[in-house]
Structure formats: structure tokens, C-alpha cells
């Protein structure tokens, strides 16, 4: 063998031996089984976490709820009656008793209230201002209550819950002889009667 040979002989064989000497890298597959089983740990903790927070918001609801009840001096129809303040009064236009655009809200944040809590029993009462005769103000009054309850049942609550009142013009939020006073008291209110 030639010098020449001998050395291209060598430096394939060297060649050969390097890429003999490296390792490949191998590529570790997980089962699918073990991904899905991991996924699935991670859905069930998340899902655990979920529950976990719902019932702490719910417990948190419920006691705020039970803090904002107190008892009202006058009883009601049904006995001793409850305030809440969590329970939102809704206003009405002179002479009218339609459910305002306005005021829808505040009853389905009123009904959301009542569906979380199932033995609460509710009464509406139905209020106008002093303008108008003791009888005519009673029958709106009775309107009032009565459209209140209406909607807050299209709402999903049981009628059976609800009982409706008239007070007229008998029980004023506001004892002023102005505009702003009849604003104000031209009102259904909601008492608890049951909780």
C-alpha cells in the first residue's frame, strides 16, 4: 500500500469510528394512556377548584344575605316581617303601574335572590304618592303590587311565594308635599315574610 492509500484508509476508518462513537438521541414516547390519564388529573382538580370557589361565593352570598335581614317594626299581613336591603324597591311613573324598562334589573336581581334561597317567602307591597283619593290610590297601589309580582314570576318564581299588598298612599317613603317626594313614593317594596 501506498503512503497515499494508507493515510485515505485511516481517515475513513477515523470517520467511521466517529460516527459509530456518537449516540443517537432517542426520543422517549409517552403512552397516550399516560397523557390523557395526566389531563384527565389536571380536568378533576380544576373541576374540584371550580366547586370549591362556587360554594365559597354561595356561602359568602348567604351570609351577607342573613346580615342584611332585619326585622321591621310594623308586621305585615302574615306576621313579622323581614328587611333586606339586598331586596331592591322599584319606582313608578305618575299614575302608572307598567314595569319601567328601567326597573327591570333591580327585579331580576331580585329574583336571582329568591331562586338561591327557595324558603324565602316574599310580600310586595304597592305604594303611590298623596295625590288621589284614599280609594284610588289603594286600587293603584294593588295594580302596582300585583304587576311587581307578575314580572318577578315570568322570572321563574313560584307565585306561591309571593304575596301582594296595597298601602295606597298610607305609608310614605318620603312625608314631603313635592315632586320629589311623590318620586319617591310612587314604589312596590319587598319584605321577607318567611325565611
Request: proline share 3%; hydrophobic share 35%; with cysteine.
Amino acid at each position: 500500500m501506498t503512503k497515499k492509500s494508507l493515510i485515505i484508509t485511516i481517515f475513513i476508518l477515523c470517520i467511521g469510528l466517529i460516527m459509530m462513537g456518537c449516540p443517537k438521541k432517542t426520543v422517549v414516547k409517552e403512552e397516550p394512556s399516560v397523557k390523557k390519564e395526566e389531563a384527565s388529573v389536571k380536568k378533576e382538580e380544576a373541576k374540584a377548584e371550580a366547586e370549591r370557589m362556587a360554594k365559597e361565593k354561595e356561602s359568602k352570598a348567604k351570609e351577607e344575605f342573613e346580615k342584611s335581614i332585619v326585622a321591621k317594626r310594623t308586621p305585615g299581613i302574615e306576621g313579622e316581617v323581614f328587611e333586606s336591603s339586598l331586596l331592591k324597591d322599584i319606582h313608578f311613573d305618575f299614575d302608572k303601574y307598567d314595569i319601567r324598562p328601567s326597573d327591570t334589573a333591580v327585579l331580576k336581581g331580585n329574583a336571582e335572590l329568591l331562586k338561591k334561597y327557595h324558603k324565602v317567602k316574599i310580600q310586595i307591597e304597592g305604594h303611590c304618592d298623596e295625590r288621589g283619593t284614599n280609594e284610588y290610590n289603594l286600587a293603584l297601589g294593588e295594580r302596582r303590587a300585583n304587576s311587581t309580582k307578575n314580572y318577578i314570576v315570568s322570572l321563574g318564581i313560584s307565585s306561591e311565594r309571593i304575596s301582594a299588598i296595597s298601602y295606597g298612599e298610607e305609608r310614605p317613603l318620603d312625608p314631603g308635599h313635592n315632586e320629589d317626594a311623590w318620586t319617591k313614593n310612587r314604589r312596590a317594596h319587598t319584605i321577607i315574610t318567611a325565611k
